[in-house]
């Protein structure tokens, strides 16, 4: 029995060590739990609660068209996909013959005019001189009348001399008029104006400009500064104006549109800070922005083809409105990124003051470019030496000094556009 009892103690005992075991087991467990509950909500009360993570969100950015603006023939290429080019570098070249012969016309014809208008200037000097000489006339033929009138009345004069005098009076008095409508008329196209801001002399000059825009309009510069993309122009193609023949993508440029459910939407404000990582690198590599707007609609209000909820077989599901999120631009430059890249954003929503969609007015342009002023410049001061060479005093234009040709301009066109890039030569040109 003593065996028995001594057996069964110890499996008692055993039994009630193992309990407390367990029961130690649980409570270091139940310790844990809690433990981690109270991390848990405490992260979550601090921060997790202010955070809005989303995994649907891509690099958007411009896509900046190369169209032309005047009708004409490639004949070179000056970029190819891939590859990147300057803010004014030429990147396609369009035949220029044709807009060389109505450069030529215009010019022409604006020479032509100031001298015509030069013409009009001198003639009213002639026809002033000319009225005074009629002037002079009248005033001879009208004491010549007197004279004859009080000699009739002696009779030491025929009746038919008389009469020849007061003839000569009334013709001196028509020539009188005559002479001084001619001077207002010519007066009239003159007067107010020198031959520069003549209204014809204006009117030429205009055709000039325009002529010359269309000629230097036959180099097409890049707008912006950025990788080329979707070439599809080809040598010796006819192209139209606004027909897109390539794109330029400024990388340097690109901002994320993430894309927020609903009930995230609501503790979203403009200017939060967002964290963001790129599929691209991995989370080794986090990039740093903030909210700078939210779309004005879902991304299924402006698909191509939009729900119709009324048609009776629609199903409702959470939506999506995209986000804007502007990016560090250092951050950028040291890892940049492509269009259509995915990101994952993670907004920190802790400052939630300001309306959810503020009014934000923009009173400057968002984007610009000044590559196309250079050609009006140049037409400009083209206009104005062609009216100084034409003007009274003007060199003999066999003997003067040689004037700008279409070559010298574009030089100097290319001189204001030109920067080097990557390719100084053309990538494809015909002759």
Known sequence: MTNEQNSTEQNSARAQALLRNRRLGLMALAGVVAVA???????????????????????????????PQISGTVVAIGADNTQFVQAGQTVLQLDRADA???????????????????????????????????????ATATQDM??????????????????????SYRGAQAAVLSARQQLAANRARVDGTTIAN???????????????LAYARTSLPAPVSGFVAQRSVQLGERVNPGTPLMAIVPLDQVWVDANFKEPQLESMRVGQPVSLTADLYGHSVAYHGRIVGFNAGTGSAFA???????????????QRVPVRIALDPKELATHPLQIGLSMKAQVDTHQRDGARLPELAQNVPVYSTDVFG???????????????????????????????????????MATIRAI????????????
């Open 146 to 167: 007197a004279r004859r009138e009080r000699l009739a009345d002696s009779g030491a004069i025929s009746g038919e001399e008389l009469q020849h005098a007061r003839d």
């Open 304 to 318: 191509l083809l939009p729900a119709q909820n009324a048609t009776g077989n629609w199903i409702k599901i959470v």
């Open 100 to 138: 060389k012969v109505a450069l030529d016309q215009a010019e022409a014809q604006l020479a032509r005019t100031v001298r015509e208008v030069r013409n009009l200037f001198s003639t009213s000097a002639q026809l002033a001189a000319t009225l005074q000489v009629r002037e002079a006339d009248l």
């Open 374 to 412: 250079a050609p009006d410049e140049l037409a400009n001061q083209r206009v104005q030496q062609i009216i100084a060479l034409n003007r009274p005093g003007a060199p003999d234009l066999a003997k003067a000094a040689p004037t700008p040709s279409d070559t010298t301009a574009l030089n100097r």
């Open 37 to 67: 509950a109270i991390v848990y909500g405490t992260r979550w009360a601090l921060t997790l609660r202010y955070e809005e993570f989303t995994d649907d969100a891509y690099v958007s950015g411009n896509v900046v068209q190369i169209t």
């Open 198 to 212: 003549h209204p014809d002399v204006q009117n030429a000059a205009a055709a000039v400009r325009a002529a010359y």
């Open 420 to 431: 080097p890039a990557v390719e100084t030569l053309p990538v494809a040109r015909t002759m």
